[in-house]
């Protein structure tokens, strides 16, 4: 029997760093500087040089990263803010933890990234912010928003997925106002447990962070603002530190396999390969294809032993959570149809053509039925 595929093989991808964490957990454990530290203050200098930005602040997950974005951007009740219906829960889940009202609207069907004109027509007079998503690995059309809205609004990137991709010469996470980012552990770039990062140019927009991410304190005992606790922990930061040294060719080699899935799947009918938006450079995080019948092929691929997935399965606004929004079936009819077809299919740096072959051959066999 073959063996089987998983979505994303995070032991292939510690081995390669496991003496480099080893250590650098050992330090910690005889220093006992388990929060904060240098081992942090490292890391957040490392990803800011990497990413192209002033700041980075860490802290204990990506949906914290999105509403400390928000907050210091003093985003708040009676504001809103427009985000893209096809996107994982956190994304809008952190727009009303920071109080703020999410306006959905509607992807674009060949990337799954957010309708930029469709965002132009849902602009009010409240609101305050655009929360574009770099859905799958690749980054919106920052420069688009840009031109269509007033300075007034603020672009507040989601970039969890896409750490190293680039559109038009410019990192995701450094194209807008500030960026937040999620390195939990199937990220391309992931902790071993969850954590964030706050991206930005504005040294005053990172000071509010630092203080939101820490109880509001700018030094022991002393607590100007309200705040909250989540603080990017020193072992987390090793293991970010140990993989950023190697994420280009982590990226590099998942390009690789995305352009062998793109040969694989060129001439197979009742399959749409994804499509990159001109000007960007994706890393890949997900491949992501759409097919009829889209229930029956992924219960046949992991009955397979194929470890495919959906990201995301429900839209956001026809989840129970937001049901207080008032949208019902048919409102996004783009995110709905993409919604009911898309299957995420195994790919990591490591992956060889073999298992991609194998793959597709289950595709094929579950798509013609």
């Known amino acids: 029997m073959s063996q089987n595929i998983p979505l994303v093989d995070l032991g292939a991808q510690h081995r390669q760093v496991a003496d480099e964490v080893a250590a650098g957990w050992a330090d ?4 006992t500087a388990f929060v904060g530290g240098p081992a942090v203050a490292a890391f957040e200098a490392e990803y800011a040089q990497y990413i192209g930005v002033e700041h980075c602040i860490g802290v204990g997950n990506g949906t914290d990263a999105i509403e400390f974005a928000l907050r210091a951007l003093d985003i708040g009740a009676g504001d809103e803010v427009i985000v893209q219906a096809n996107t994982f829960i956190a994304s809008v889940e952190a ?17 799954a990234l957010i309708d930029t004109d469709k965002v132009a027509d849902a602009v009010t ?24 809205l007033p300075e007034s609004i603020a672009i507040v990137e989601d970039a969890a997925q896409s750490q ?12 807008g106002r500030i960026a937040a980012t999620s390195f939990y552990p199937g990220k391309n770039l992931g902790a071993y447990g969850d954590a964030g990062g706050v991206l930005t140019n504005d040294t005053e927009l990172a000071t509010r962070v630092r203080l939101l991410r820490d109880h509001g304190s700018p030094r022991k005992y002393e607590h100007t603002v309200l705040g909250f606790n989540s603080r990017l922990d020193a072992l987390q930061a090793v293991v970010l530190s140990a993989k950023l040294k190697r994420l280009d060719g982590w990226n590099d080699a998942r390009r690789r396999a995305a352009d062998r899935y793109d040969a694989l799947l060129k001439d197979v009918e ?49 989840t129970g959570a937001f049901a207080d929004l008032g949208h019902k079936a048919g409102d996004f009819p783009i995110t709905e149809r993409i919604t009911s077809e898309i299957i995420s299919l195994p790919l990591f740096a ?14 094929v066999a579950a798509v013609q039925g």
């Open 28 to 31: 910690i454990l005889a220093r």
């Open 270 to 318: 009742g399959v749409v390969p994804p499509v990159v938006a001109p000007g960007n450079e994706p890393v890949w995080h997900l491949y992501v294809v759409r097919v009829a019948e889209r229930d029956r092929v992924l219960a046949q691929l992991q009955a397979d032993g194929i470890g495919a997935s959906i990201h995301y399965p429900t839209p956001v606004h026809l």
């Open 350 to 363: 490591e992956i060889t053509e073999a298992q991609q072959q194998r793959v597709v051959e289950s595709l």
């Open 164 to 175: 190293g991709a680039r559109r038009k010469d410019a990192a995701a996470g450094a194209l």
């Open 125 to 148: 007079p409240r609101t305050r912010a655009i929360l574009p998503v770099h859905l799958y690995g690749q980054a919106a059309e920052i420069e688009q928003l840009q031109a269509n």
């Open 95 to 111: 727009i009303a933890r920071a109080g703020a009202t999410p306006v959905l609207v509607d992807c674009v069907e060949d990337t």
